[in-house]
């Protein structure tokens, strides 16, 4: 076994015999020759992690030092799997009670979406459904896009319904439309643009709900459902993003753009593993962020609105089936409670709205926190 004390007499008469050699050989011009330099090494107890419970907990002790728990909460789990399931199996989403209606209370004028036409990508279920409805409760008209076009049809009745509910007397009512669209193909994008165009006359804004995700460790993960997740969430939002800012160019109208996107875009979520999904997410917000530079002078503005952890009734199922995901998420979260989509109903109307008519690139992370920690 090699001894640190050992060593130091090496070097030291290693630097001897080189300031005797230095001191016989060393020209008049004043020149000399520098020794080899060493550092005493420092040896305390505190370096041994046996002894010393901070240094176990350092990369420098031995795999397990530190206890059982050691990185466990930062870590993905590979045994958590959790495909999104077939359309059959998927729960509705309820439509919110008594959030919107006729308000006597003041209210900035410029939230408003009165005489604007506002299509919704996924608008049939989950955080788009909700995020449709914010919209018609401010004014707005709407189109709803599924791949589910029934579906859509039927909450497009239920939005009317809850809107003449909460507004008795009003004789106008919202013009909401359902349209079918598989996102990720151009050719069936391209139709529902022209279906909804042609029932509305015209597209103001646009929100890209439509989108998924799935829980596998990615060497797990099945090529062609990873390439279902990608085209999905960022082949539909790039193909409607374009088709409507070209609409809108051709009229010479503003519009706004809200791409939703995912806390996951900017931290690794765990312990489910989802890295396709997360990069996914990622792409969607800087995407936003590129279109909003290239499209400013067309004044189309483009924004981000990136959601935690959501109480839709699809998680609300995941998590009847996996309470311990319940407990591992609200434990990484500040305000200590998952959101629910409700929540997201300000944001939106806020990003499509001329209240915020000068922010553009921007990423609304509605996350309790999570992403600051």
């Known amino acids: 076994m090699f001894k640190p004390t050992v060593g130091r007499q090496i070097f030291k008469a290693i630097n001897a015999s080189h300031a005797a050699l230095a001191a016989t ?43 059982e728990h050691e990185g466990q909460f930062a870590r993905t789990d590979e045994n958590v799997q959790i495909p999104y399931p077939p359309d059959s199996e998927m729960p509705a989403q309820p439509i919110v009670q008594g959030r919107g209606g006729m308000h006597f209370k003041r209210t900035l004028a410029q939230f408003s979406l009165e005489n604007k036409v506002t299509m919704v990508t996924g608008g049939a279920r989950g955080l788009g459904l909700v ?31 809850q809107f003449r509910k909460e507004n008795p007397g009003l004789e106008g009512m919202p013009n909401i439309t359902a349209h079918y ?11 529902a643009l022209a ?40 082949d539909g939002t790039y193909l409607f993003a374009i088709g409507v800012a070209k ?36 792409a969607v917000r ?39 995901l319940r407990d591992k998420w609200t434990s990484l979260i500040p305000v200590g409670k998952m959101g629910t989509p409700e929540d997201l109903m300000g944001a939106v109307t806020f990003l499509l709205s001329d209240a915020s008519k000068y922010i553009t690139g921007a990423d609304l992370r509605v996350d309790g926190g999570y992403t600051v920690t």
């Open 25 to 67: 050989s060393r020209p008049t011009t004043g020149s000399f020759i520098r020794p080899l330099s060493h550092t005493a090494t420092r040896a305390t107890k505190e370096d041994d992690p046996k002894l010393d419970p901070n240094m176990a907990a350092t990369p420098k002790a031995p795999e397990g030092a530190s206890g």
């Open 131 to 161: 995020m449709a409805q914010a919209s018609v409760a401010s004014g707005s008209d709407l189109a709803i896009v599924d791949l589910n076009k029934s579906e859509a049809e039927d909450q497009a009745g239920k939005l009317i319904e």
């Open 181 to 191: 669209a598989d996102v990720a193909n151009p050719d069936s994008v391209n139709e």
């Open 195 to 234: 279906d909804a165009l042609a029932k509305h006359g015209r597209i103001d804004n646009l929100v890209t709900s439509a989108g998924f995700t799935e829980n596998f460790d990615a060497i797990s993960y099945p090529f062609d459902r990873m390439q279902k997740l990608w085209g999905v969430n960022v």
């Open 247 to 282: 609409h809108l160019m051709e009229r010479k109208a503003p519009g706004s753009i809200v791409m939703i996107g995912s806390m996951s875009g900017a931290i690794v979520n765990v312990p489910q593993p989802q890295a396709p999904y997360n990069a996914a997410k990622a």
């Open 286 to 324: 800087h995407l936003a962020s590129s279109l909003a530079v290239e499209w400013a002078g067309h004044d189309i503005r483009v924004n981000c609105i990136s959601p935690g952890y959501m109480l839709t009734a699809l998680t609300r199922k995941i998590l009847d089936e996996n309470p311990q």
